[in-house]
């Protein structure tokens, strides 16, 4: 293999390699033949730690059908990781059978631990509530096919802004275009984190913090409506506390601009009532479909032209100071580099993004 490249968090990328990316996928959209032989030989290892229908499926199904094939797992207790085999030792023989190693896990960090290990390309499809840089390049796609801009729109995010990792991959990614403005609608328990409003201003763009989706609805061009994340909480009580406090219903829509478009990265559970799906504006169905030429484009684009990206660690490794979240990959692999970014009084995890004050 010539050069690895690792996608784990989209950020390590430029706007100009995202672009490309996404007009590489309206390409294939409008002509998928031209590509169906594309990456015949190759060979694309899942390995999902947590579960997923689209994600999976569409990796899959993009491989399929660029003539590669698939291997993995869906379901960590079939393989040897219910032995009690280590991420390390896992990533290090799939991704020598494969060419590309797509990587699902509950802990946050998880897909840039195995990339340091890897043989071949990693991609994050998600790392606990962290990010997910691949439901962000679908979610550029729509925007700028049912859009036509990812610039210069007011976007409102609704629900789990706390959790979703989908929502802070997002937010990073739209803070890079010029005019956008985010309209982030949530309970004071469940609000965007810190360190991704700190990103947004670091960017000279603005945000706004509503808890009401009524209030905030009529100024969109864009409603991102997120699900409440059931397996991140710590008890079933919290989470019951937060479930059913935003449904996105027929009355609710009305309040919305014309032109307003729906995204959600899905799965629903009751956060949009059924009859949104007929409304016109409701893009959620389409999203998800763009979610496999997309990645179609990337691996492409990872496997043939190949990616120019960030190393994986940067700062400095001190192994005596421990991150202090809990999901933070190093507590559980235990041989991994203690590495941060070091900012004035802040050491930040170079896993997880967690803060830490020295
Ligand atoms: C999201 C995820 O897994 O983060 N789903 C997806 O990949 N499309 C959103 C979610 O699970 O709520």
Redo the contacts with the bound molecule.
Sequence with gaps: MDKISHLIDLNDFTPAQWNSIVTLAHEIMSAPMVYAGACRGKIMGTLFY??????QMSFQTAMLRLGGGIIGFDNPSTSSVAKGENLKDTTKIVSGYSDILVM?HPLEGASKAAALTADCHVIN??DGGHL?P??TL?DLLTLREEKGSLSDLTVGFCG?LKN???VHSLLKALSCFAGNHFILVSTPELKVPMYIKDYISASGKSYEEYTSLEEAIPKLNVLYM??I?RERFGSLEEYEQQKNVYCLDERKMRLAKKDMIVM????RVDEIAIPVDDDPRAMYFKQ?NY?MYVRMALILSMLDYGLESKPLLSGKVMNTVSCTNPKCITHTEKYLPHSFRRSGDVLECEYCDERILI
């Design positions: 947590e579960p997923s229908t689209r994600t699902r499809a998600g997910h691949t439901q679908t789990d979703g990792r989908t997120t699900r994340q959600h990265p899905l799965p998800a979610g």
